[in-house]
């Protein structure tokens, strides 16, 4: 009778280690590339957000003076966004103050600052901040 040769036990488990390193190292890539694909999408949400409503607030007439008591600015567009939160903040130039400067108290002389915060779900945040010059 012939011997036959096959593949000791250890060699075995040593193989099906090897596979298994593979097979983990794999799938942890896979798992990586899930993430980070998730946050690039709200990062890039966020971005577009931000961009859609400074091109609104650009396009709209100079707003003059403090808005009305309850409302956070006129300059407003985007309804609430699940995840994301605008915030506004509309500063007024004065001259008269030494040095010159932008404040929410300052009357209104025709230049405003305004300050756009968008904040996404992932604790990312883009601010803007912009002039908008009375005609």
């Known amino acids: 009778m012939t011997a036959k040769r096959g593949f000791s036990l250890i060699e075995t488990m040593v193989a099906i280690a090897l596979m298994a390193?593979?097979?983990?190292?794999?799938?942890?890539?896979?798992?990586?590339?899930?993430?980070?694909?998730?946050?690039h999408q709200q990062e890039t949400t966020l971005d577009r957000l931000t961009r859609s409503e400074a091109e609104y607030i650009k396009s709209q007439v100079y707003s003059?003076?403090?808005?009305?008591?309850?409302?956070?600015t006129v300059y407003q567009n985007i309804p609430a966004?699940?995840?994301?939160?605008?915030?506004?903040?509309?500063?007024?130039?004065?001259?008269?103050?030494?040095?010159p400067n932008f404040n929410a108290?300052?009357?209104d002389?025709?230049?405003?600052k305004?300050?756009?915060?968008?904040?996404?779900?992932?604790?990312?945040?883009?601010?803007?901040?912009?002039?908008?010059?009375?005609?």
Not at 86 to 94: E, G, I, K, M, T
Not at 109 to 112: F, H, K, M, S, T
């Open 21 to 39: 390193i593979i097979v983990v190292a794999i799938l942890s890539a896979f798992s990586a590339i899930t993430l980070a694909a998730n946050r």
């Open 64 to 72: 003059p003076g403090p808005p009305p008591a309850g409302n956070t």
């Open 81 to 99: 966004v699940s995840g994301y939160t605008f915030a506004y903040q509309v500063l007024y130039y004065s001259a008269l103050t030494n040095p």
């Open 105 to 107: 108290g300052n009357p």
């Open 109 to 112: 002389v025709g230049l405003q």
């Open 114 to 135: 305004i300050t756009l915060t968008v904040r996404g779900p992932n604790g990312s945040s883009e601010v803007l901040i912009f002039m908008k010059e009375q005609p």
